[in-house]
């Protein structure tokens, strides 16, 4: 007699559509549990039963169970009374691994790349593949070294969950395998959803359930011509009298198929009829993604529920935060969650660099907290702190005294860090003991205010929580392991640059946006974007661990390769346009300002649908026409590109505000009688570097001498060195110069320890010294071979005997600088600059300008500037006709002193003319910006509508239109 049929095959065209009737018919039968091991299978399955009154009856009398295969293999574990074991998650696994580096270093050939970030990961990657296909590398270790540093790796990482009471659910399953069949009674029948390639492991342990006499319904896609397309699940071929028969049910409704589920199909004819299915080529990514929301906000406009539209992407993390900004500028509500690297969410970033502060116990760690937008520190507060850095006291006295809280305007915060940094610098303690130190570090720190419920807030909310989950993790890894502060800094810190941070967004009545094709469900519009080559298909990769050459040296190579892979994605691409009568499917041109390839994929679609239609959309399309049912903001935006009125009168206004508003910055003379006379005036005395600037840019020497604008540059090590030389004696042999500029130098750095990271610090210091040792040797050559001495540093025009007064016609040009070494050679002054000198000098540059400028100051007799460049240790005697009697003003490259004499009738003539013309600029008062190659040097870009790289952004998007 035939024994009942336990396991039934249900075949159905790919797309939950086509799925939805044959589930429908199983869940009508009693106790059915609805297991995945995909999470978005099940959530599609419990949107589409809440959306039907009869099934949503079923489940809420649990008639109908949707579980996760984790779920349900723990259910069925203690059932068979197997040892308590907690899985342990992704990041504890990785934790464990990276407490065992020792281990693997010392046990494989894998040596220092087991400590590198993303190792762990990796490995569990691989191992789990192993387990899901029933292969255990210790029985493979010696078909090929890499598996047998595997099976080293899978015995380190079993003897850490077993000493830890931790498993996996594969290894779970493994141990459940090797029980007796048997089953609570509430689990009698089972539908298995969600499946591309079923792996042996999950193959056996449906076996086990029909074994154990539960009935299990398993659903498989096929395509309706070519029977080769989606892998036959791996269950044994057996006849009604073996130990479980199989029942094989065609679901397949070819009547209703797709037109698109004609693609990879064998022997049929090309389909003309495809009204729904589209392609768009765009421009950019930018345009692309625009596109798609405003087609998606019409349809919700026109009355589309939101939970029949959905766009799909194949990469979040590169689309998620592009969707998301243009989400909220066009009020398109969605449902989204994509990944960030957790250290790039700012508040996790700070905390990382506050604990490197304070590990190192710099008073840069105040800085820090001081400087942050979290803190919003009033200013009576940053002048305090201010305050105390100028005392000049030691990293350690600064420390006392801030918890000490001498002065009353400084945080109360500040006090309360400092005491929290005394006692962790000498504290040891577990892993969770540090966890509690960091808890009570973030209470202490001013980042949470009474706003806490931004969704920017929640964000920052969101990245603490992964913060302290890894720390966690390690926590479970080095279980009662004492560790000091520095340790486990180093260990949370390596965890967090490994770990990413989830934005979620959650809009009420928002479309759904994922990157997962069986998170699409039914949609009646299916919108996809990103349809490239290396995002569908991925480039192909392989296996760090276990490359495909090991793989196929395994004994009957039953591991999928990386060709394989691509096998996978192509019937993924084929659920996709599956999903929906409706596809748009969309890929932009270019990426980021590279060039993009349209996905193969799309000409697999165009060759079986060739009357698909292809719609391109480029730079002048950026922007639709405008239309009423607009925002009146958006209106202006549409018509200002097209060239065209926006219909709303409203808008029309705004339109016309902003023209006139934006037509003032092409003013090239100021109209103001007032102003323009105070910017055409002639600034005395006139500083020789304003006179470079003004031959330049206009808007520069307007910003420079008439608005008298200084910027604070981070501190460098051409600053730092610069510093030290105005603080030495020049004049010292040598050696001794160098000692005392580096004693020097070391007390700059000191005095910008506040402000700058121990990377930086190290960084700062080796390249100042590094700068300083070329200036030494420098100045010895110099004093050896142009005979000069030293007389002063730092000291202003006025103060020495060149020239201060140029004559142009009538008018006289009072000058002044900032001289930042005045030699003398043979009883004349010759003054030295620092600053850029180039090897090689053509007339009408900016450095020819400069040294002309500071060589016309010297006397007739001797006319002659050095520049020096701290960068390269370069130095360059301009030299307009005679050198003085004596001096030696020869080149002598290997010192790296150079000369570049000019013949003086021809210089004066020219560098007169330039003069003059810049002096009838400044009194024309021109001041609209004037961009060029300056402008990569200048530091009021934020102030400049015509900066260089804006223009440089607008000309390709010209140019590419």
């Known amino acids: 007699m035939a024994k009942s049929t336990r396991l039934r095959l249900i075949r159905c065209l790919p797309g939950f559509a086509a799925q939805a009737p044959a589930l429908r018919r199983e869940l009508q039968k009693r106790g059915a549990i609805v297991l995945s091991q995909r999470n978005e299978c099940l959530r599609v399955v419990r949107d589409w039963i809440a959306s039907d009154e009869s099934l949503r009856a079923k489940m809420e009398a649990n008639e109908i169970t949707l579980t996760s295969l984790g779920e349900f293999v723990g259910r069925l574990a203690s059932h068979a009374d197997l040892p308590h074991r907690r899985s342990a998650s992704p990041l504890v696994q990785e934790a464990l691994l990276a407490a065992e580096e020792d281990s693997l270093v010392n046990?494989?050939?894998?040596?220092?790349?087991?400590?590198?970030?993303?190792?762990?990961?990796?490995?569990?990657?691989?191992?789990?593949?192993?387990?899901?296909?029933?292969?255990?590398?210790?029985?493979?270790?010696?078909?090929?070294?890499?598996?047998?540093?595997?099976?080293?790796?899978?015995?380190?990482?079993?003897?850490?969950?077993?000493?830890?009471?931790?498993?996996?659910?594969?290894?779970?399953?493994?141990?459940?395998?090797?029980?007796?069949?048997?089953?609570?009674?509430?689990?009698?029948?089972?539908?298995?959803?969600g499946e591309d390639v079923l792996e042996p492991l999950w193959a056996r342990l449906i076996q086990w359930l029909v074994e154990a006499g539960c009935t299990v319904s398993y659903f498989c896609e096929v395509h309706p011509t070519n029977a080769e397309f989606f892998p036959e699940p791996p269950f044994p071929q057996a006849d009604a009298d073996a130990s479980f028969p199989i029942e094989t049910i065609d679901a397949t409704d070819l009547a209703s198929s797709l037109p698109q589920h004609a693609v990879y199909g064998r022997g049929a004819p090309k389909v003309e009829g495809c009204e729904g299915i589209q392609i768009v080529a765009t421009a950019d990514e930018f345009i692309e993604v625009e596109t798609a929301l405003r087609e998606l906000r019409d349809r919700l406009q026109d009355g589309a529920p939101p939970q029949s539209l959905v766009l799909y992407v194949p990469t979040l993390s590169e689309y998620g935060p592009l969707i998301h900004s243009g989400a909220i500028r066009l009020r398109v509500p969605i449902v989204m969650d994509y990944q960030i690297p957790l250290l790039q969410n700012p508040l996790a970033r700070a905390l990382q660099d506050l604990l490197g502060a304070l590990v190192a116990g710099s008073i840069h760690a105040v800085s820090l907290v001081m400087r942050s937008p979290f803190t919003r520190a009033k200013p009576a507060e940053t002048g305090a702190w201010?305050?105390?850095?100028?005392?000049?006291?030691?990293?350690?006295?600064?420390?006392?005294?801030?918890?000490?809280?001498?002065?009353?305007?400084?945080?109360?915060?500040?006090?309360?860090?400092?005491?929290?940094?005394?006692?962790?610098?000498?504290?040891?303690?577990?892993?969770?003991?540090?966890?509690?130190?960091?808890?009570?570090l973030v209470a202490l720190l001013p980042w949470i205010h009474g706003d806490a419920f931004t969704e920017a807030e929640k964000r920052h909310g969101s990245a603490l929580d992964t913060m302290i989950r890894g720390a966690e993790a390690e926590a479970i890894a080095t279980l009662n392991r004492k560790l000091s502060f520095r340790e486990w800094t180093r260990r949370v810190v390596a965890r967090w640059k490994t770990q990413t941070a989830y934005i979620r967004v959650r809009d009420r009545g928002g479309l759904l946006v994922t990157q997962s094709v069986w998170d699409v469900g039914t949609p009646d519009l299916l919108y996809a974007l990103g349809m490239t080559e290396g995002r569908i298909p991925r480039k192909r990769i392989e296996d760090p661990l276990l490359p495909d050459r090991a793989r196929l040296a395994i004994p009957g190579a039953p591991l999928p390769t990386s060709y394989e892979e691509a096998y996978a994605m192509q019937r993924d691409f084929y659920r996709l346009i599956s999903a929906s009568p409706h596809v748009i499917l969309s890929y932009p041109k270019t990426f980021s300002e590279g060039d993009e390839v349209a996905s193969g994929y799309l000409a697999d679609l165009r060759i079986a649908l060739p009357a698909c239609r292809l719609r391109e959309i480029g730079f002048d399309r950026r922007l639709p026409d405008p239309t009423p049912e607009q925002e009146p903001h958006e209106q202006v935006a549409s018509a200002a590109w097209n060239g065209v009125e926006p219909p709303a009168p409203e808008a029309k206004a705004l339109l016309e505000q902003l023209q006139e508003e934006t037509s003032r910055c092409d003013i090239v003379v100021l109209s103001s009688p007032n102003l323009q006379q105070r910017v055409s005036s002639i600034p005395d005395p006139l500083r020789v570097d304003h006179l470079r600037a003004a031959e330049e840019c206009a808007f520069r020497f307007l910003v420079l001498a008439h608005f008298r604008l200084r910027t604070r540059r981070h501190p460098s090590a051409w600053s730092v060195a610069r510093a030290a030389i105005y603080k030495t004696d020049l004049s010292l042999p040598p050696e001794e110069m160098k000692e005392e500029l580096r004693r020097h130098c070391k007390a700059e750095i000191d005095a910008a320890r506040p402000y700058l990271s121990q990377e930086e610090l190290r960084l700062l210091q080796l390249s100042a010294n590094t700068l300083l040792d070329s200036f030494v040797q420098t100045e010895a050559n110099a004093r050896e071979r142009w005979k000069v001495r030293p007389k002063a540093k730092r000291v202003s025009l006025q103060d020495t005997g060149l020239r201060k007064v140029f004559r142009n016609g009538d008018q006289a040009i009072h000058l002044d600088a900032t001289i930042d070494v005045l030699y003398e050679v043979e009883g004349f002054e010759v003054p030295m600059l620092f600053g850029f000198v180039p090897v090689e000098t053509q007339d009408g540059d900016a450095f020819e300008l400069r040294a002309a400028l500071y060589a016309a100051l010297a006397p007739e007799a001797v006319r002659v500037a050095i520049f020096h460049d701290l960068s390269t240790g370069l130095r360059r005697a301009y030299q307009v006709g005679r050198a003085p009697t004596g001096s030696g003003f020869v080149s002598y490259t290997r010192g790296n002193l150079y000369l570049l004499p000019r013949d003086k009738n021809g210089f004066l003539n020219g560098i007169r003319e330039r003069f003059v013309r810049t002096l009838d600029k400044i009194a024309f008062g021109t001041v609209s910006p004037e961009p060029g190659n300056h402008c990569k040097s200048c530091s009021f870009e934020d102030f400049c509508r015509k900066e260089e790289s804006l223009l440089v952004k607008s000309t390709k998007s010209d140019e590419s239109a």
Request: negative net charge; hydrophobic residues 45%; charged residues 30%.
């Open 386 to 440: 201010e305050a105390l850095l100028q005392e000049g006291l030691s990293e350690a006295e600064i420390w006392q005294r801030l918890e000490a809280r001498v002065d009353a305007n400084l945080p109360e915060w500040a006090s309360e860090l400092a005491a929290w940094q005394r006692t962790a610098a000498n504290e040891i303690g577990t892993a969770s003991d540090w966890i509690a130190r960091f808890r009570e």
């Open 107 to 193: 046990r494989t050939s894998l040596g220092v790349m087991a400590s590198k970030p993303g190792f762990q990961a990796a490995a569990l990657e691989t191992l789990q593949e192993l387990r899901h296909y029933e292969l255990d590398p210790r029985d493979l270790a010696h078909s090929d070294p890499r598996l047998a540093d595997l099976a080293e790796i899978s015995a380190i990482l079993e003897s850490a969950l077993e000493k830890h009471k931790l498993t996996t659910l594969s290894l779970r399953v493994q141990q459940l395998l090797e029980a007796e069949p048997s089953v609570p009674d509430e689990i009698r029948r089972v539908l298995w959803i």
